[in-house]
């Protein structure tokens, strides 16, 4: 199995350019919070019905599919996992708000696809195409690559 640094390593190769990296930045945790939104906006019967948790802050599916996420991440790091779980309460909290303004899914939709666009733009100016058409863990490493970039500025 490939250490997180090897993984992260890989990735980089096909963000170098500047302007993709700045995309990336801003795309990636955008694809990452609409995809929980859209886990969150899926009913929660299931859930409530097997719990006994109503409150759809508790009991949504986004919350459900951070389990094999965090199994993928603890894998790797501990450190990382942590890092990954803040950002996905995050994540969480901030559907969980935005979901009291606009029809969730939606929202989720349109950012979702907008930050797609975004970033195969982004590797057209790089030049490269995106790491996960060679292998698709390259989408969870994504997150972890902005999160590994932004903790090692603050050192």
Same mark, same amino acid.
């Given at each position: 199995?490939?250490?997180?640094?090897?993984?992260?390593?890989?990735?980089?190769?096909?963000?170098?350019?500047?302007? &993709?990296? $700045?995309?990336?930045?801003?795309?990636?945790?955008?694809?990452?919070?609409?995809?929980? *939104? %859209?886990?969150?906006? +899926? @009913?929660? &019967?299931? $859930?409530?019905?097997?719990?006994?948790?109503?409150?759809?802050?508790?009991?949504?599916? *986004? %919350?459900?599919?951070? +389990? @094999?996420?965090?199994?993928?991440?603890?894998?790797?790091?501990?450190?990382?996992?942590?890092?990954?779980?803040?950002?996905?309460?995050?994540? +969480?909290?901030?559907?969980?708000?935005?979901?009291?303004?606009?029809?969730?899914?939606?929202?989720?939709?349109?950012?979702?696809?907008?930050?797609? +666009?975004?970033?195969?733009?982004?590797?057209?100016?790089?030049?490269?195409?995106?790491?996960?058409?060679?292998?698709?863990?390259?989408?969870?490493?994504?997150?972890?690559?902005?999160?590994?970039?932004?903790?090692?500025?603050?050192?």
């Amino acid at each position: 199995m490939q250490t997180l640094q090897q993984l992260l390593d890989k990735y980089a190769e096909s963000h170098q350019n500047k302007t &993709n990296k $700045i995309i990336h930045y801003f795309c990636v945790p955008a694809i990452f919070f609409s995809i929980i *939104g %859209l886990l969150m906006s +899926i @009913p929660s &019967n299931l $859930i409530e019905n097997l719990t006994g948790i109503s409150d759809p802050l508790y009991a949504n599916w *986004g %919350l459900v599919a951070l +389990i @094999p996420v965090l199994i993928f991440y603890i894998r790797l790091s501990l450190k990382m996992t942590f890092l990954i779980l803040g950002f996905s309460i995050l994540c +969480i909290l901030g559907n969980f708000q935005m979901k009291e303004f606009i029809e969730l899914w939606k929202a989720s939709v349109v950012i979702f696809v907008i930050a797609w +666009i975004i970033q195969f733009y982004g590797h057209k100016i790089e030049g490269k195409k995106p790491s996960f058409l060679d292998d698709i863990k390259f989408l969870m490493i994504g997150p972890a690559w902005i999160l590994d970039d932004l903790f090692k500025r603050k050192k």
